[in-house]
């Protein structure tokens, strides 16, 4: 199996969601695109996100807006067990 050309979206929108029941929007330090076109999550987001991570499953619920995508080279047997 090859996977290649992976690339994720909206971590602006995850970190704004992350800090909502805190109301803490004010600390959201994390840099929209860099020259490269990867966020730069500040150290207040980055420490956030790893403590919620931390908690449980419950409070990392943040993660779900990170979107993936990439592109997958396998075997159809794989692709069989995939979708189900």
Not at 19 to 48: A, Q
Not at 56 to 77: C, L, N
Request: contains cysteine.
């Amino acid at each position: 199996m090859k996977v290649k050309n992976i690339e994720t979206f909206n971590w602006t929108a995850a970190m704004r969601g992350m800090r909502n029941p805190m109301n803490s929007w004010p600390k959201n330090d994390t840099e929209m695109m860099t020259l490269s076109g990867k966020p730069v999550l500040g150290p207040n987001d980055l420490d956030l996100a790893k403590r919620l991570c931390a908690a449980g499953s419950e409070h990392r619920k943040w993660m779900r807006q990170v979107f993936v995508s990439m592109d997958i080279t396998a075997p159809m047997y794989w692709w069989s067990e995939m979708d189900t």
